[in-house]
């Protein structure tokens, strides 16, 4: 039964200032030397002044080795080492978010507990939250030790954290479909499979979709991380400048990564609106989806 | 005496059958209840008295409290053949994203005896079945006058519309029974001559059984061979002179 009701307003301000004193008294007990804290932010503007400003554009610049023949000229820079790691990190988002999703689409419709047994369901659970336990970087560890350096180790990593994690937001999405669909193929006589396919699918489309296109972006997001333990795209180069202290390199590969990911989660928003809203309504316009609304 | 050379199987039969979702608060008493094929009745009864339920227990989607359920010769649990039961619930179950023919073809799919294989739908052989299934389609969504319809998705339905659609669903399917629950509620007088006459032709040419749950007392005696009115957690004949609820109606 739920209780939260009863709970009075005041009541409710007390327990949250009770939680946050709570929180403070745990962390002043993690935090031996408050000194250092306080010597962080000149650290800051120390670490930054010498080391971080200005970036170092030269990894836009095409590597001496090998030698690069893009003609024309002006177009070099997809020699560069910048360039290359970028779109090696799309490719593994991508390939793994396909792969990913048709993998877990037929777990997450056993997960669903509208669809199948307790026994099936929690079976297929047991099996995503396995998967989706462990981060996308260890996944990458253990790939990276299976297969190698490089992107093999990352498009795997990135595929069996996708299975996990679009699994759990694919078997949620079904379950929370209309029953009564279900209820009319059932008296009909459909098998679950024809059901699942031409009942399910269909019905819980919109939101399979949107997801996947929230997955792709959050797989570039973490391919950026998962080079730095060798398995492939922008993430290795970040890892080789870091060993060698070149943090104005690496300053640059993170201002190119955020530019990256700005434009791949405008992409998306944009992407998903076609899927997330009801259809009749008006689209977003590209507009709408780089101004905020008080700008349109 | 007469030997009797065939005796005609009821399509629903129903033995001491007491319906709800909890044991300790029945809704429904069926003592007895019997429907042939070729048969149109009507369940009719004030909201909330159990009507749809009756509906939902029969299909095989409500377990009984208690009593056995017969439906196309196959006892509860036990489900009717592949197809043979059509099934209009009150909420349609009609998948909103699909276009109407998708949702048509739905029925006609369940008409067939086996599905048909996943990888084998690929196979140059099926496409005539294919066809077939098309064509069935169509002439049911024709005959409930929806033919300008047929690609648009359900959600840009009216109400009636997709009355008509799950109804269209139903008959493309060419089940023993069908079962609907106020299929004709939210359309015209005019839709509601033309869909009833189209099941009705249906039911009277394949010698299927038609149970209707009908609000409206006036159009359940209209359609029907057959009135059953829930009453008090009863199901009775409908009697010509005015109950006490058809006075409160």
């Known amino acids: 039964m739920n209780y939260l009701h009863r709970i009075s307003r005041p009541s409710w301000l007390g327990i949250c200032i009770l939680i946050f004193l709570f929180s403070i008294i745990v962390f002043n007990g993690m935090i031996n030397d408050w000194g250092r804290a306080s010597q962080g932010l000149g650290n800051l503007i120390t670490f930054f002044n010498e080391s971080l400003w200005p970036p170092d554009w030269s990894v836009l610049e095409p590597q001496v080795y090998p030698v690069c023949t893009v003609y024309p000229n002006f177009m070099d820079f997809t020699c560069s080492t910048a360039w290359i790691g970028m779109v090696e990190t799309i490719k593994i988002a991508f390939v793994s978010t396909v792969f990913g999703t048709i993998l877990s689409l037929p777990l997450s419709l ?31 560890i253990f790939f990276v030790i299976l297969v190698g350096f490089g992107p093999l180790a990352g498009v795997l990593a990135m595929t069996v954290y996708t299975v996990g994690y679009l699994g759990k937001l694919q078997y949620e999405a079904i379950e929370g479909m209309a029953k009564i669909p279900l209820d009319a193929s059932e008296a009909m006589g459909l098998t679950k499979f024809e059901t699942a396919l031409k009942v399910v699918i269909p019905e819980s489309a919109n939101d399979l979709i949107s997801q996947a296109i929230f997955m ?12 730095i333990v060798g398995a492939g795209g922008i993430g290795y180069y970040i890892n080789l400048y870091l060993k060698f202290l070149q943090y104005d390199k690496v300053i640059a590969y993170l201002i190119i990564i955020f530019v990256v990911v700005l434009i791949i989660d405008f992409i998306s928003i944009k992407a998903r609106s076609y899927f997330t809203e009801e259809i009749d309504l008006p689209r977003s316009t590209w507009k709408s989806v780089f101004l905020p609304s008080f700008l349109n | 005496m007469g030997k009797i050379p065939w005796k005609i199987e009821p399509i ?58 017969e439906v196309c010769g196959k006892f ?39 599905p048909m294989p996943f990888i084998g739908g690929f196979l140059p052989s099926s496409f005539a079945k294919k066809k077939t299934s098309k064509k069935k389609a169509i002439q049911a969504i024709n005959s409930m006058g929806l033919e300008e319809k047929i690609s648009e998705p359900i959600r840009r339905l009216s109400g009636g519309q997709q009355r008509r659609v799950a109804t269209a669903r139903t008959l493309a399917q060419c089940p023993k029974l069908i079962m609907a629950d106020e299929f004709l509620s939210e359309l015209d007088e005019k839709t509601i001559d033309m869909v009833l006459g189209e099941v009705t032709k249906y039911v009277r040419s394949s010698n299927a059984a038609l149970l209707v749950v009908e609000h409206d007392i006036t159009r359940a005696k209209m359609m029907a061979d057959r009135l059953l009115v829930i009453d008090d957690g009863r199901i009775n004949p409908f009697i010509k002179e005015p109950t006490a609820m058809e006075v409160k109606i």
């Open chain 1, 216 to 227: 792709f972006e959050y797989n570039f997001r973490h391919g950026t991380v998962i080079g």
């Open chain 2, 76 to 114: 509860f649990p036990d489900r009717p053949n592949r197809g043979e039961l059509g099934y209009v619930p009150q909420g349609l179950g009609l998948v909103r994203h699909a276009s109407v023919l998708h949702n048509v073809m739905l029925g006609v799919d369940a008409g067939h005896n086996t």
């Open chain 2, 12 to 69: 629903i039969r129903l033995n001491d059958v007491t319906i709800g979702y909890k044991v300790e608060e029945p809704l429904v008493e069926i003592p007895n209840l019997e429907i042939f094929p070729g048969e149109i009745v009507a369940i009719a009864g004030p909201s909330g008295v159990g009507k749809s339920t009756l509906l939902k227990t029969i299909a095989g989607l409500i377990r009984p409290i208690s009593g056995s359920i």
């Open chain 1, 110 to 140: 056993l997960a669903a507990r509208n669809l199948n047994p307790s026994w099936v369901s929690y079976s297929s659970r047991f099996l995503l939250a396995g998967f989706r336990s462990l981060p996308s970087l260890i996944w990458a």
